[in-house]
C-alpha cells in the first residue's frame, strides 16, 4: 500500500483559505489589473487585440471588464505599461458592474444593502450548503475546475459544502455556460424545485457576459437574462479558489476583511503598480 508512506511524506495538502492565506504561488494568472493613469496609452489597436471586447476608455478613463475577460493575455504583451498579470482571485462580487475595473463610481451605502440583503437571505442556511452544478452550454474547462473543489486540497466539505444531484435538496445553484437555449428550460426548472431561500452563482466569464461565444444563434450573453444571479465568479475558467470565494461569499461565510484579499499574500498587504500598500 504505497499511499501510506505517501501519506505520512506529504503531510496535510489542504489548503488553509479562508482562514490563512494560501494559494497556487508566484506566476498565477488570475485576473488583470490595469493602470488608471496610464488610460491615454490605450489606443484603438490596443482595445481591438481583446477577442471579447473586454476594454473600453471613457474620456481619460480606462475600464476593463472582468466579467468578458478570458485572460489571453494579449493586452498585457501590447500594453504591459497599462495591464498586467495579478495573482489575485477573490474578484467575485454581488454586482454585475462591480467587475468592471478600475471601480466604477459608487456609494458604499449601495453596495452594503446588496451584501446585507443576501446575508438576511441565507441566513439560515447556517454551515451546512448543498450545491446544485448545471452546465448551460460550457465547454468543459469549467466542469474541471468545479470538480476539483472535491479533491484533498480544497475540500469544499471541511466548509460545510456538499454538492447534491437533486435540485430539490439545493441551496446554491451554480451555473456553468454561456446560458444556450437548448437549456433554458432545464435551468429555470432546476431553479423552481429549489428550495427557499437559494442563491444563483455565475462561475466563468461564458455565464456572465458569454465570453467568446456570446450572441449566436444557441447562446446568450451569459445567464442573467434567464435567471436573477446573486454572484458573479469571473475567470476563463474560475480557478477553484475563485469558485470557493465565489461560493463563501454566497453564503455569507467569508470574513469581510476577505472578500477582495488575495490568498496568495498575507492580507495587509498588496502591491499595486510597484508601490507597496498597506
Known sequence: MPWIPRGLRNGIVTSRY??????????????????????????EDVMIVCPTRAITVEGEKIRLDQGKCILCGRCVTKAPQVFRFAESFATSDLRRRSLVVPSLEESDATVDAVRDSLARRVKTLRR??????????SDGSDEWEVAALTNPVYDVQRLGIYFTASPRHADVLLVTGAGSTGMTESLLHTFEVMPYPKVVLAAGVEAISGGLITNGYVTREGI?????????????????????????????????????VNAMAEPETTTTWGREVT
Open 18 to 43: 479562508p482562514y490563512k492565506p494560501d494559494g497556487y504561488g508566484a506566476g498565477f494568472r488570475g485576473t488583470i489589473e490595469v493602470n488608471p493613469d496610464r488610460a491615454a496609452q490605450v489606443t
Open 128 to 137: 451546512s450548503i448543498h450545491v446544485r452544478h448545471v452546465d448551460a452550454g
Open 224 to 260: 442573467a437574462s434567464v435567471l436573477d444571479v446573486d454572484v458573479f465568479v469571473p475567470g476563463s475558467p474560475a480557478s477553484p479558489f475563485g469558485l470557493l470565494h465565489g461560493l463563501l461569499m454566497a453564503v455569507n461565510l467569508l470574513p469581510r476583511p476577505m472578500q477582495h
